[in-house]
């Protein structure tokens, strides 16, 4: 292949933006990270899209023989992260998360506290963020997928890795932007954010499970 294939970048794009869903994912972001320090939010914002870049790329090259050796399915991977996701959107609908931070600060000594700011806070990069909110079963398949079609040609397999890597920039951009807007809401309109996005997040979570048996009886 010659040249830049703006149409396979435009569809490549187009399938990591839905699947990912940026817009969806930051607000969530932004309720799993309330309360926490500026700091701890720009770490949990970079840390999860490099994780979830690594995921990608990784199953992008190597995905079908790992799930091919393992004997795991995609859809049951699929139904996994729905279980894993509805058990945090529980601890989000009744604020389980928040009280964890405050019993966890209250025990640290003032001067860890000052030596380890970020000490009180759960880090929610690898999980739920990067997997699987980021690098989900849908975009683990369509890393695989587009890759696969691109029968090692490395024009097209760079193509795919940049619609792909702007997709996360994107991402990264919207966590870093996202926490001081939940700021100007307030405590009480965040908490209300934080336990809707909870709900939304456990219809997610079902319907994760819910395609993944669906596959599997399919």
Known sequence: ????????????????????DPIGVAPIFA???AGTSGRHRRIMAIKSV????????????GGEWLMGALGVSLDAFRAAGGVLLFLIALDMIFEKRTERREERAEKLSEEHRAEHPDGAYDD????????PML?????????MLFMSESAGDLARQ??????MALNLVFCLVLFLAIGPLMRLLGDTLAAMV?????????????????????GALL
Do not use: C, E, K, N
């Open 50 to 61: 490099i994780v979830a870049t690594v995921v990608l790329v990784g199953f992008a090259y």
């Open 31 to 33: 309720g799993l990270t």
């Open 158 to 163: 760079g193509v795919v890795m940049s619609a």
């Open 194 to 214: 934080t336990r809707i996005l909870g709900v939304i997040l456990a219809a997610l979570a079902a319907q994760f499970i819910f395609d993944g048996i669906a």
């Open 1 to 20: 292949m010659t040249g830049f294939d703006l149409a396979l970048f435009t569809a490549v794009f187009v399938t990591f933006f839905v699947v990912i």
């Open 124 to 131: 929610i990069s690898v999980f739920p963020i990067a997997i």
């Open 135 to 143: 690098a989900g079963p849908g975009a683990i398949a369509s890393a």
